[in-house]
Every structure is written in C-alpha cells, then in structure tokens.
C-alpha cells in the first residue's frame, strides 16, 4: 500500500513537473509602440527572465520590468539580448515592458521580441547547485522534486487562504445583505401602518368613516 502511494505520489509530481515547463513568448513590437506582460507571482518566489531582440535599424527599446506599486525591479535602455532575476517579497502581479522608441520620420519593421521566464523550481539553476554542494545525479532530481512538492504545497496554502477570505467575505456580504433586506422590511411595513393611520383619521375628519 505504501509503495502504490510512493507511485501516485511520485507520478502526480512528475505530471506536475511537465506541465510546469514554460515556453518562450516571442511577439512583434511595432515603432514607437509599448508591449507589457503581465504575471501573478507568490511570495519569496525566485523569478528569472532571459530575452532576446531581433536586429532592427533605427529601433531603439527599452525594457522594465516592475512590480504593481511601480517599483522598478529591472531596467535596460537599449534592451538586445540579457537575462534578469529577482525573487518577490509579497505577493505580487509582475509588469515585464518593452518599449520601442524610433524617429518619426523613418520607416522601419516590426521588432521581433522573444521573452522566456521562470518562476519557482523551475527557476533554479540545479546544476550549479549540484556543483556547489557535490550532488550525484539522483540526488539532484530528488532535490528538485523536494522543491517542486514545497512548491505546490505552498500553492495549496495559497489557494486555501484565498478560500477562506473569499468565504469570510460572501458570509460577510450575506450578513449585509439580511441586515438590510430586513432593515428595510421593518421601514415598508412602519410606513404601511403610518398610511392606514393617517388615511382613517382623514376618512373620520371628512366624516366618510365613523
């Protein structure tokens, strides 16, 4: 039994280890045009970018990379080709932008831009950290499967804190809302009592009612 749960376990981890494995984004940026992307990255999560510009004459792109506060993480002028990385202090919504800058009088091509970023495990740079710390082979996948599996606990705990605000916040809405619906139901029915006052003494003062 133990065993048949090592396979699932180690299999989940390996499916995870797949779909985890990002592709390079490669779009065309057009003259005096800025792109931006945009990515969701948890807390204390090492980030790493490595981009690469297309050759265009009279182009001149500049790259920025911040987070949602605007603080700048990382900056190049005259972006061609380089790496960047960082590791996040909170949860954050990361901003990479391109920016081309060419004269308006010149005519010149698209610029084709290819970003590729990691996050997380797969970030890490194993083999220097298995040259580091004279890690075998076997060892070093067993590391990365122990960070990949941190990783994706994290992730749960992430996902079951946003759960649980988001359900403080509906109960709390629902409260609200019960508070005002019967809020109001108790004005309607004080000015219905009001109106059948005020009606039966105007009838009795016209002396249409005794």
Known sequence: MNVSRFIVSVWIVCVAVYFSKSDAISFYLPANIKKCLKEEVHKDVLVTGDYELSDAVGHTTSLEVTDKNGHVLYNKDEASKGKFA??????????????????????VANREVTIDMKRGVEAR???DIAKAEKLKPLEVELRRLEDLSKSIVSDFAYMKAREEEMRDTNESTNSRVLFFSVLSMICLLSLATWQVFYLRRYFKAKKLIE
């Open 86 to 107: 960082f590791t996040t202090d909170d949860y954050d919504t990361i901003s990479v932008c391109f920016h081309s800058r060419v004269p308006t009088n010149m005519q």
């Open 125 to 127: 740079n194993y083999e």
